[in-house]
């Protein structure tokens, strides 16, 4: 945030803030995939900040970055957050850009806009930029990838001496890539080439399963295998995530029920993205499934992650609360990464919380990570929320894990996600 003070000699200085930063951009990025729109990422270095520091003093270096970052925020319109994430650099973003193809035009104006001198103290401090840009969805699907992106693209601009550079290269390439990854997972879910995988959750004061987590496998024709980290973003990207959810609601109640005619009445647990969730068609997505398989809604949980549920709380618990009033369960995903905080804590409509599996596996090792688990158990308890642990390694955790009171566990220690054939021959073995 900036934290500055106008009486021209005074210290000015705007503090960096690259997480705050980051998080932003993630949120932006996502409402930009699930409405559809494009927005760049423009990062602006300050050429020659050491030189101007030791000319006329560190107050004057802070106070050109913080002028800069002010005058980058009046420029140009839609800009929506504009952040100093490097001594030198402010980051930009702009949201629901019309026409790609005119961010050159923009570029350009804001190298006019900073051209006029800083006045710090009766002096004009010339400021030289370079401007490195990169657009959602084109260039990157992901916060992370379009920020490499824009800083390759400032690198670029410095090393060649532009005032600014555009991702290029991977332009063409992955606009299309897109579409081959959409038209090659609508085959998928046509050919059968998805499945889903179950690992089982363990009630830790029996030691019996009592769910599982349905977790999605893509089979390539080659015999290969992708994990959802790679697909799920680029599906949400290009628009197939709602039919990606509504396959795994559907299969995993399917194969849930036929588990039911066997007598093996297992929960399952199913990850939902944040496309799906926004979508007011998902509840009947859910209700119509639970019909279709005859599965009692109980049996149901859907996983949301934390962060996710923090990037839009009041229509997330909007829509939550209407699907825990089908009977279905809600369970905040990877909780203690999303930052939600304690005031909307009291509030989420939520039936369980899964304790982020880096807190779980590093336990044995890191005694903060150990308290932070025992704090979350502590808090989810006091609000009634049941609490699972997931990525258990060994007896250990699971050990420490049982004393703090932990009801319900996951992790390959105790069962590795199995494909159903498996699952149902591990079931009816042990506990049949
Ligand atoms: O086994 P694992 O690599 O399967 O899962 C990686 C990540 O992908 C996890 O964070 C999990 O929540 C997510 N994931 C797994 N299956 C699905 C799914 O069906 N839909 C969505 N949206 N995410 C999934
Ligand atoms: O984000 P989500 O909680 O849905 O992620 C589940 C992921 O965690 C899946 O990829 C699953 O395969 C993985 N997983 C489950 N148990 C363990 C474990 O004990 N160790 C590790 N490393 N990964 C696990
Ligand atoms: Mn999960």
């Keep these: 945030m900036i934290s500055s003070s106008d009486t021209g000699s005074a210290m000015m200085t705007t503090a960096i803030n690259w997480h705050g930063f980051v998080k932003d951009l993630r949120a932006h990025t996502q409402s930009a995939a699930a409405l559809n729109s494009v927005l760049a990422l423009i990062i602006v270095e300050v050429r020659q900040l050491g030189i101007c520091n030791s000319l006329w003093g560190f107050d004057a270096g802070e106070f050109v970055v913080d002028d800069v970052k002010k005058r980058l925020g009046a420029m140009l319109k839609n800009v929506v957050t504009a952040e100093r994430i490097a001594p030198a650099r402010i980051a930009v973003i702009i949201r629901d850009i019309a026409i790609p193809e005119l961010l050159s035009v923009s570029a350009q104006k804001i190298i006019n806009g900073l051209s006029k001198p800083v006045v710090f103290r009766g002096e004009a401090i010339k400021v030289d930029v370079s401007l490195g840009i990169a657009i959602f969805p084109q260039h990157g699907v992901s916060a992370e990838s379009l920020l490499c992106e824009a800083e390759l693209a400032l690198d670029s601009a410095v090393s060649r001496a532009c005032s600014f550079h555009i991702t290029d290269s991977p332009y063409a390439d992955k606009y299309s890539a897109l579409f081959r990854v959409h038209d090659n997972l609508q085959q998928a879910i046509a050919n059968e080439n998805l499945g889903l995988n179950y690992q089982p959750k363990f009630d830790l004061k029996t030691r ?225």
């Design 208 to 432: 019996l399963p009592v769910a599982s987590e349905a977790l999605m496998r893509w089979h390539l024709p080659d015999g290969g295998r992708v994990r959802p980290e790679e697909f799920i973003a680029v599906a949400e990207a290009s628009g197939i995530i709602e039919q990606l959810t509504d396959w795994a609601i559907n299969t995993a109640l399917r194969e849930i029920a036929e588990l039911n005619d066997l007598n093996l009445k297992m929960g399952v647990a199913v990850n939902v993205s944040a496309t799906s969730l926004y979508d007011p068609a998902f509840i009947l997505t859910v209700e119509s499934a639970l019909a279709i398989w005859g599965v009692p809604p109980q049996l149901l949980t859907l996983e949301i992650t934390e962060t996710l549920l923090m990037q839009n709380p009041r229509l997330c618990f909007a829509h939550l609360s209407r699907l825990r009033d089908l009977g279905v369960k809600v369970s905040i995903d990877d909780f203690g990464t999303g930052f939600s905080s304690l005031s909307y804590f009291k509030t989420i409509p939520a039936d369980e919380i899964k304790i982020d599996q880096s807190f779980v596996k590093s336990m044995e090792k890191n005694s903060d990570d150990e308290k932070i688990v025992e704090s979350i158990i502590g808090l989810a308890h006091n609000f009634g929320h049941q609490v699972v642990a997931e990525g258990i390694e060994s007896s250990e955790t699971l050990h420490k894990l049982q004393a703090m009171g932990c009801d319900i566990g996951q992790g390959y220690f105790l069962a590795k996600p199995m494909a159903m054939d498996k699952y149902r021959h591990w079931l009816i073995a042990e506990y049949g």
